[in-house]
């Protein structure tokens, strides 16, 4: 049978071709399924493996600069040091809530819902920068401006935006969203060269940023849209309307209600304006400790000025105002060319409690109270008179006061001190010495000691200056340092303990760690009877005829010093049991100071020390188990006698006081056979205290 070869109907062919058709569709359909969720799957790969590979990948190293802060003794600031970015980072528990909400509703009230990209945000600013043609529109989220001040420059590109989103998002991935909103905070840009909430704060309202209220938050956290142009230092008008616009949005987004927000508006604010910034305090201290940190953390002036640093010092901002006073008072009618310096330790510790380098620091710089090395004078005599305490000296020995040449060096040279006014007592003792100053009994006493153990008792005080084996040395012609005399002064006043002067207690970095914290080595270099019977010889000083006569109305306490002058040079040195000060007065170039100059360093020396301890009970010095005092006859220098005419209590270090009486031998021999005379029977502790009474 043939096949029929009759050609298909219309309505078959018809059909084959939609059949095909619906075929190739479906197939095309498959193919564009299959190329789509392939296409997904890759995409989502793609993604996921980019965001592996950007939270794997390291951001950018960046220095967060900060600034140092030094503090005092009780934690308060004395001052802040930075290299043109004041900038001091806190945690989000240190900014006020209300600072924080400002800056969410103002800046990127989703902040909390995206991942560093606000898509809504960045359809806009496209939108408007494709109309304008122009890259006006930032539409930055707080994760996109803090990598845009942290990682790129300011350009206004397509790039430098690419590259934005791209560290926003890298930001995220690697931090939380607290943490990014704590680093925006302590980055974002004020004005007055100021960054970070925190240095704001104390830079408008002089007060930390946890203790912001609502209106000085919206007030401060408008400012960074243009420092200039929005801060109220410059422009209130528009510092005003700005912060109504970060209240509105505080409504607008549920953080505050209405009432609070008119309740901000009216309140009044007070600002710190740069008229209003007080001077710097301690300047001179704040300098030496700065060169002491440096040192001890081995880095550069500019890591320390920006690297956050705090430095907690052993100053004491009341003290240190009382000498600045005391210096500005003392010298106010003084020629303007005359400087003076005080330092004052704390005995007990080795703490500088003041410093002075200066007159006025904004006109000189020069610390003289550690760097400036002058002759010290008589104020030197006292460690001339330890040393010979220690090899046989006792307040009684007797040098007369009268010219004399001295020779040295085998015979090959001699020296001719004088007295000031070529004043001379005969012979005195060492108590007379000292309160008097007299310049032949010091030279014959370090005759007879040797200048070779001054030195040596010196360097065990603290005086590291180059000191030379001379006659002249007992006079202080060898330049020392305010501090290193008054390091000095403060071992005698600790019982012969020497407490390394410290400045700085401790350092922490800008992550709060300690890096550094103060190990003072203590030493004793003297016996503490050795420099009470000292102590008690320099107390004379004070006394009338003494040297430092003049300021004993002014000083309410005991109180041990020495005065000193030279031509170029005035010197007060001494110490209380809680202050050891010394204060130098002189003018830089070595110009001769006149009579009335050589008596000004006494007077800062009581003032300060006075109104330092203001509250402070007076004390006696302490007196050691190894002192004894007797009653002595000045006429012989033996025990007094009821035929003295005169007697005065005398300490000695124990053994080396008189044994014998001033009275004749006879009278002696006469009372060793009767001792029930009735001299001997009625000089009881009434009459002993009596006669001492009466002295």
Do not use: C
């Amino acid at each position: 049978m043939k096949k029929s070869t009759q050609p298909a109907s219309p309505r078959d062919a018809s059909a084959r071709q939609e059949e095909l058709a619906t075929r190739r569709e479906r197939s095309r359909f498959g193919k564009m399924v299959k190329f789509l969720f392939t296409t997904s799957i890759i995409s989502i790969a793609g993604l996921a493996l980019g965001l592996l590979y950007l939270r794997s990948q390291a951001l950018p190293v960046v220095k967060i600069v900060q600034t140092s802060q030094i503090y005092d003794l009780h934690g308060d600031l004395i001052d802040t040091i930075h290299s043109g970015q004041n900038r001091q980072v806190v945690t989000l528990q240190d900014i006020s809530p209300d600072a924080i909400h400002a800056t969410l509703a103002i800046e990127d009230h989703r902040f909390y819902d995206h991942f560093g990209l606000d898509m809504k945000g960045i359809a806009r600013a496209v939108w408007v920068d494709l109309k304008s043609r122009s890259l006006e529109q930032g539409a930055s989220t707080i994760t996109q401006q803090l990598a845009w001040n942290l990682y790129l420059t300011h350009d206004r590109t397509w790039e430098r935006k690419f590259k934005e989103a791209i560290l926003a998002v890298q930001l995220e991935l690697q931090y939380s969203k607290d943490q990014i909103l704590e680093r925006y905070l302590n980055q974002i840009y004020y004005g007055l060269s100021t960054y970070g909430v925190e240095a704001a704060a104390e830079l408008y309202y002089g007060k930390h940023a946890k203790d912001l209220t609502l209106a000085e938050s919206a007030m401060l956290q408008g400012i960074p849209k243009g420092p200039r142009y929005f801060s109220p230092l410059f422009d209130m008008e528009n510092a005003k309307s700005r912060q109504k616009d970060v209240l509105d949005a505080m409504v607008r987004y549920n953080y505050i209600t209405p009432d609070q927000e008119a309740a901000a508006l009216k309140e009044k604010l007070t600002f710190r304006t740069q008229q209003e910034e007080q001077p710097d305090e301690a300047p001179y201290f704040r300098d030496f400790v700065k060169s002491e940190a440096i040192a001890k953390l081995g880095i550069s002036e500019s890591q320390f000025d920006s690297g956050g640093y705090k430095i907690y010092t052993t100053l004491d901002l009341r003290a240190q105002a009382i000498a600045e006073k005391a210096v500005r008072n003392n010298l106010r009618n003084a020629d303007k060319g005359l400087q003076a310096a005080l330092v004052s330790i704390d005995p007990r510790s080795g703490y500088i409690k003041a410093m002075v380098g200066g007159r006025d620091y904004e006109e000189n710089q020069f610390n003289r109270a550690v760097d400036g090395k002058r002759q010290p004078g008589s104020s030197f005599k006292p460690v001339v008179y330890l040393t010979a305490l220690q090899n046989g000296f006792t307040p009684v020995t007797r040098i007369k006061s009268e010219p004399t040449t001295f020779t040295y060096d085998d015979g090959r040279n001699s020296y001719t001190p004088s007295n000031f006014n070529d004043q001379y007592f005969g012979p005195i003792d060492l108590r007379t010495a000292i309160s008097k100053s007299d310049n032949i009994y010091a030279v014959t006493t370090i005759m007879q000691v040797g200048a070779d153990k001054v030195i040596d008792t010196a360097k065990k005080l603290g005086i590291t200056s180059p000191l030379k084996p001379l006659p002249s040395l007992a006079l202080g012609t060898f330049p020392v340092s305010p501090l290193e005399m008054a390091s000095a002064f403060s071992v005698i006043a600790n019982q012969g303990v020497r407490e390394d002067p410290t400045a700085i207690l401790s350092i922490e970095d800008g992550n709060g760690k300690v890096v550094y914290r103060a190990k003072p080595k203590q030493e004793k270099v003297a016996e503490p009877e050795y420099t009470y019977v000292l102590t008690n010889l320099m107390e004379s000083v004070f006394d009338e005829g003494g040297t430092g006569s003049r300021v004993a109305s002014t000083i309410k306490r005991p109180v041990a010093g020495k005065t000193g002058t030279t031509d170029t040079d005035a010197w007060m040195v001494g110490f209380t049991p809680e202050l050891a000060t010394a204060v130098w007065v002189g003018y830089d170039r070595n110009r001769d100071v006149s009579a009335v100059e050589s008596h000004l360093a006494a007077p800062i020396f009581a003032d300060y020390t006075e109104a330092a301890l203001e509250a402070v009970p007076p004390k006696l010095f302490p007196i050691p188990s190894g002192v004894v005092t007797a009653y002595i006859d000045p006429a012989t220098d033996k025990l007094a006698s009821s035929k003295s005419a005169h007697s005065r209590m005398e300490v000695f270090i124990k053994g080396t006081e008189p044994t014998s009486t001033s009275e004749p031998k006879d009278e002696q021999d006469e009372k060793k056979d009767n001792p029930d005379t009735p001299d001997k029977v009625n000089r009881g502790w009434w009459q002993d205290l009596k006669r001492w009474w009466n002295d």
